[in-house]
């Protein structure tokens, strides 16, 4: 099984501010990795797949990257409703691990 | 649109089962597998499997095994997932996902089981 950890555990940052979310996986997942974001009482929400692929309606201040066992979610600028959740996923073999997750909360 | 309606909560006893549907619409049923995640209390975000919606065929993640069952009605675009001699910790929100070509790309609103005596 491959296992996915997200650092830091949680981001405290202002609005406006740049968030960078890690993801680092035991063994390469080559660039199956997806990142999801998840409110309070609400499903996760596909952000980008592919590693670095933005999913349909998502804004182009949410931006991954990286390849194998390193990855990063970049969110340029935090808008008020950037404050939440976020989850990575390896969905290249299985069991299809996610990460435990970095919250981003108001500073 | 494209989306994912599951049924309401439920409060089951220990040791009781429970059913739990979703409902798709908006696209072919059986083009896309279903995944099936579930989040206790607090917690993250845990995979227990899939099924393929076109052969019915499930596959289930260690230690999902044996009390839980995934199944489908493809006349109501609809799957399941069973739940028997449910347990304390089997308390969570379960979610089912679509899968689109790797990711799970449009969720269900979650189902939220409680088990209490």
């Known amino acids: 099984e491959i296992v996915l950890t997200q650092s830091p555990g949680t981001l405290s940052l202002s609005p406006g501010e740049r968030a960078t979310l890690s993801c680092r996986a035991s063994?390469?997942?080559?660039?199956?990795l997806a990142w999801y974001q998840q409110k309070p009482g609400q499903a996760p929400r596909l952000l980008i797949y592919?590693?670095?692929s933005r999913a349909t309606g998502i804004p182009d201040r949410f931006s991954g990257s990286g390849s194998g066992t390193d990855f990063t979610l970049t969110i340029s600028r935090l808008e008020p409703e950037d404050f939440a959740v976020y989850y990575c996923?390896?969905?290249?073999?299985?069991?299809?691990?996610f990460g435990q997750g970095t919250k981003v909360e108001i500073k | 649109q494209v989306q994912l309606v599951q049924s309401g909560s439920e409060l089951k006893k220990p040791g009781a089962s429970v059913k739990v549907s979703c409902k798709a619409s908006?696209?072919?049923?059986?083009?896309?597998?279903m995944n099936w995640v579930r989040q206790a209390p607090g917690q993250g975000l845990e995979w227990l499997g899939w099924?393929?919606?076109?052969?019915?065929?499930?596959t289930y993640a260690q230690g999902f095994t044996g009390r839980f069952v995934f199944s489908l009605d493809t006349s109501v675009s609809t799957a399941y997932l069973q739940i028997s001699s449910l347990k304390a910790e089997d308390t969570a929100v379960y979610y089912c996902?679509?899968?689109?070509?790797?990711?799970?790309?449009?969720w269900g609103q979650g189902t939220m089981v409680t088990v209490s005596s």
């Open positions: 996923q390896q969905y290249g073999s299985s069991p299809k691990t």
């Open positions: 099924i393929n919606t076109n052969a019915g065929n499930p």
């Open positions: 592919g590693a670095s």
């Open positions: 908006g696209y072919t049923f059986t083009n896309y597998p």
């Open positions: 063994q390469s997942v080559s660039s199956y």
């Open positions: 996902a679509r899968v689109s070509a790797g990711p799970f790309d449009i």
